[in-house]
């Protein structure tokens, strides 16, 4: 999902930034000095580090035992964007013409867009109240529906890291045979008493983009604990090959010998960006532990305010995002009245997201899919500011943060 990172220099807090070390630069010259620039070695260390990660916590199988979720382990496998990873996914689970997929209207597009690419349609439940999460009741009221029949798979969106209740979202995707597929673009890491996010239902498609909790530049991966699942989605990943390029250039077998099985995708990572990631990888907690502490900074400022609502969280949220939301009723500006006081002095902001049912091709596509049948989420826009957030902010830069959002409501204040 896509951030706003635009005239970044000139501002005194920057929405985000990347945090590269040395280490970073170092593994990308290895790669580049190696001669292989493509998927490779480096894109299989990633995913298999990655995959050591999503497994490390064997006390989470007993809880996805308890609720009937599989326990085997989870698969990795890298790609070069979320949006190319939800396509594998969705397709690996039969999402195609004649089907469709439910997910939320607050979202970047490229999750419900992965779905028409497939020639699929999809159905969009409101977001709860008091989250920025897809309301399992209302997902169940679709499953219910004579629409209901054509559904593949139920996509949750873990709005700023920030977990959709997957239990109860599991429980009705088993009850009505459908799949789950996680889009976990906003949470790594994100450890909960069933499985990280993004390894919870059949499969999960994280981000690994410039704004993301860690970075490859552009790239993404997508988990599963389905062996057929994962079949399909790493023969999909690269023209439907039966052979990947690093096994055809490394084996004994002739380079020149392969079969393609199925009309497959281009959508693997190269070495170059996966050398970055296994770097990043090994920075993960780090990063975590300083968001956090600009989290608790934000927090203890915020909940003194009257018009603004902090955000909501939850067990295993990885704070990739902080969104503020605005008390209308305690102050005589609205929303992007806010945001540009906001920018005019310096602080990089954003807001997520625009629903979907703004955007033309969407309203145009779906007459009824307008702001008035989601109540919820165009309330949740319309309030909303999400304000810098990343690793290597200093505490100057989060007391700035706070030292505006203070003055513009105070100085608007009703």
């Keep these: 999902m896509g951030e706003n990172m635009s005239d970044a220099d000139s501002l005194k807090v920057p929405f985000s930034r990347p945090s590269i070390s040395e280490e970073e630069k170092k593994a990308v010259l290895e790669v580049l000095n190696s001669g292989w620039l493509t998927t490779g070695k480096y894109a299989l260390e990633f995913e298999k580090k990655f995959s050591e990660i999503m497994n490390s916590k064997p006390e989470m199988l007993d809880g996805r035992k308890e609720i009937g979720l599989s326990a085997e382990p989870v698969q990795s496998l890298a790609v070069n964007s979320n949006t190319s990873g939800m396509i594998l996914a969705m397709e690996a689970c039969g999402v195609g013409p004649g089907t469709a997929v439910i997910t939320t209207p607050y979202t970047f597009v490229s999750t419900a867009a992965c779905a028409r690419h497939l020639g699929a349609d999809v159905y969009f439940a409101d977001i709860e109240k008091e989250s920025y999460n897809i ?7 679709i499953l219910i529906s004579p629409e209901g029949r054509n559904v593949k798979a139920i996509v949750p969106v873990h709005i700023a890291g920030n977990l959709c209740n997957m239990k109860e979202i599991c429980r009705i995707a088993k009850k009505y045979g459908v799949k789950v597929i996680e889009d976990a673009a906003h949470a790594f890491p994100s450890p909960t008493k069933i499985g990280y996010a993004g390894t919870i239902g059949d499969a999960g498609v994280f981000s ?3 704004t993301k909790t860690i970075t490859t530049a552009e790239g993404g991966m997508v988990c599963t604990r389905d062996k057929k699942i994962a079949e399909r989605m790493t023969v999909m990943r690269l023209h439907g090959m039966d052979r990947t390029t690093w096994d055809r250039y490394t084996s004994p077998r002739a380079s020149w010998e392969y079969d393609i099985i199925a009309p497959g995708f281009k959508f693997n990572l190269p070495d170059i960006l ?4 296994v770097q990043q990888l090994k920075r993960a907690e780090d990063f975590y532990e300083r ?3 600009i989290v608790k900074k934000y927090n203890e400022a915020f909940s003194r305010l009257d018009f603004i609502q902090t955000p909501p969280d939850g067990q295993g949220n990885a704070w990739h995002l902080y969104l503020i939301r605005i008390v209308p009723e305690k102050l005589k500006i609205n929303r992007n009245e806010f945001a540009k006081k906001l920018q005019e002095a310096g602080i990089g902001i954003s807001v997520h997201f625009i629903p979907l049912f703004y955007f033309t091709y969407w309203k145009t596509l779906y007459p009824d899919f307008t702001a008035e049948n989601f109540p919820e989420a165009a309330k949740r826009y319309s309030q909303t500011i999400s304000i810098p ?3 290597d902010m200093t505490e100057e ?5 706070i030292s505006e959002i203070t003055r513009t409501g105070q100085e608007n204040h009703v």
């Design 135 to 141: 309301d399992p009741e209302k997902v169940e009221k």
């Design 208 to 210: 690994f983009y410039v």
């Design 274 to 277: 996966a050398a970055i990631g």
């Design 291 to 293: 968001r956090i502490k």
């Design 389 to 391: 957030l990343w690793p």
């Design 397 to 401: 830069m989060a007391d700035l943060v």
